[in-house]
């Protein structure tokens, strides 16, 4: 990380220092239910008859009441939920070790990072000979860890747990870099999910770009391009506090990581939801 330019006073950074937020997961969960709702509206009929389903047996009635089910574990009282927040926990991110290159062996090992995160669950999303309720528990990891995957500093490429140790002061308060990406940046709009999806959606369609052929794994593709925008787009900044104008620069890329987390959350539905039943069990 390069030195910043004008250190905090020993007494202004302790202060940062205490009132920080601890270190968190993913977007939080505007940020999800925003991702949620713009891959709701994307659906194709048959994929989102499935999801309708599958959430039905969850007593929930959209992708966005899911959302954040995935950080919401580590509040949940019940031992086998805080055992499976511990298992799940290195699966919202990727560190990929000072280049925007993924390499699974280095990035990845065992498989405990975002990227298998979402090959994985989405393979049994896809996998109708399951149980309802595994079925659906890997619709609530796979909404969220896309969502996960499209937040630039769940893809870094430094040794600061993603922005966690960046100590800032933003909004007159201390916070870390990760948290006002996870949710300072979008709380400056004052909108709701909902309010913030159609905001979004009346921007027009946004297509992200297709795989590269032959490298098809398309959540490695998502986490390299969220590491680029860290890499290259002034997302440090050069001092400790974030002003309007980081807010005025940075904020519309998240809006467009959002878009694109909607967009892609949206085409992987369809394509492991979006045939019949009786289509899918066909030779």
């Given amino acids: 990380m390069p030195r910043l330019r004008r250190p905090l006073s020993r007494a202004l950074l302790a202060t940062a220092l205490l009132v920080a937020a601890p270190a968190v997961l993913a977007w939080g969960p505007l940020g999800h239910r925003i991702v949620a709702d713009l891959a709701q509206s994307r659906l194709t009929p048959a994929a989102r008859a499935e999801v309708e389903r599958l959430l039905a047996s969850e007593h929930a009635a959209r ?3 899911v959302a954040d089910w995935a950080d919401r574990l580590r509040d949940d ?4 939920m805080a055992v ?6 290195p699966l919202h991110y990727v560190n990929m070790h000072g280049s925007c290159i993924y390499k699974p062996a ?10 298998h995160a979402i ?5 049994i999303l896809g996998d109708r000979s399951r149980p309802t309720a595994e079925r659906a528990q890997a619709l609530n990891f796979v909404v969220h860890f896309v969502g996960d995957a499209q937040q630039p500093l769940h893809a870094g490429y430094r040794d600061d747990k993603g922005g966690n140790e960046v100590q800032v002061l933003f909004a007159g308060r201390g916070s870390n870099l990760h948290r006002v990406w996870d949710s300072g940046l979008l709380s ?5 999910a909902a309010e913030y999806a ?3 959606d009346r921007q027009g369609p946004l297509d992200p770009p297709g795989p590269i052929v032959p490298f098809d794994n398309s959540p490695a593709q998502w986490v390299e391009q969220s590491c680029r925008i ?26 467009r990581q959002l878009r694109l987390g909607g967009a892609r959350l949206a085409a992987l539905l369809n394509r492991v939801l979006g045939r019949s039943p009786a289509a899918s069990e066909a030779p």
């Avoid at 009282?77 to 086998?80: A, G, L, Q, R």
């Avoid at 280095?106 to 990227?115: E, K, L, Q, S, T």
């Avoid at 090959?119 to 393979?123: D, E, F, V």
């Fill in 63 to 65: 992708l966005a009441d």
């Fill in 77 to 80: 009282p019940t031992p086998d």
């Fill in 84 to 89: 499976l927040a511990k298992e799940t926990a």
């Fill in 106 to 115: 280095r990035d990845c090992p065992d498989g405990r990072c975002v990227v």
């Fill in 119 to 123: 090959n994985h669950y989405a393979a």
């Fill in 188 to 192: 400056t709009r004052h909108l709701d």
């Fill in 198 to 200: 159609a905001l979004l």
């Fill in 230 to 255: 860290v890499m290259d787009d002034g997302v440090y900044p050069n001092g400790h506090r974030i002003d309007a104008a980081y807010v005025a620069r940075m904020r519309p890329i998240a809006e």
